[in-house]
């Protein structure tokens, strides 16, 4: 049975540096480097710090599109302040909303941006997983047809490869299917 205690905060928070832990303790219990749990653990950490990098910069471009959104209504009480003739408050006020609008705009693009470097994130991670849950089913169910084999991965990164699921659940997918992986290569490897 699998006793590092360190897995247990890998299965219970993942995080960047609770994988870091595992991976010391892999080592230095004397598992080899290139061992097919400590593959798993690398790809998991990249995920994971991905993750953490890119929601890090999400929530920066969210900011800074809410303070382009206050930027807009400090515009319009500028405008309302400076002008005294209300024809040309109206005609400033409303290029003014106009532009300041667009800017607006042009900063929600860079959560936008975020989410399609997301998706190329749970994309890659879906690659490899379902590459190594094609080889655990292998090992694990020789008896299974290819084309068995390929429907039943196909069924579970269905939600994964589609749109139809949020980015949020993706990366909870994804992170439980690497949990479950690392869980069934940590076992494989005491056999």
């Known amino acids: 049975m699998i006793t590092y205690p360190s897995l247990m905060g890998v299965l219970a928070r ?86 300041e609008g667009m800017m607006v705009l042009a900063a929600r693009q860079y959560v936008r941006a975020w989410e399609q470097e997301m998706r190329a994130n749970y994309n890659a991670a879906a690659w490899y997983l379902a590459r190594e849950y094609w ?9 299974l047809s290819p084309g068995r084999r390929r429907q039943l991965v196909d069924q579970l990164f269905g939600p994964i490869a589609g749109d139809e699921v949020d980015g949020t659940l993706k990366a909870g997918l994804i992170v439980r299917l690497f949990q479950v992986l690392l869980v069934a ?7």
């Open 14 to 99: 993942p995080s960047p540096d609770s994988l870091w832990q595992l991976r010391a303790d892999l080592l230095e219990s004397g598992m080899d480097d290139d061992s097919q749990p400590l593959a798993v653990l690398d790809a998991f950490y990249h995920f994971l710090n991905e993750l953490v990098a890119s929601s890090t910069a999400r929530e920066y471009s969210h900011f800074a599109s809410i303070l382009d959104m206050v930027a807009v209504a400090g515009v319009a009480i500028q405008n309302l302040m400076d002008e005294e003739d209300s024809e040309e408050w109206w005609r400033r006020f409303v290029v003014g909303a106009i532009s």
């Open 185 to 191: 290569r940590l076992q494989m490897a005491e056999r």
């Open 135 to 143: 080889s655990l089913s292998a090992n694990l169910q020789p008896e």
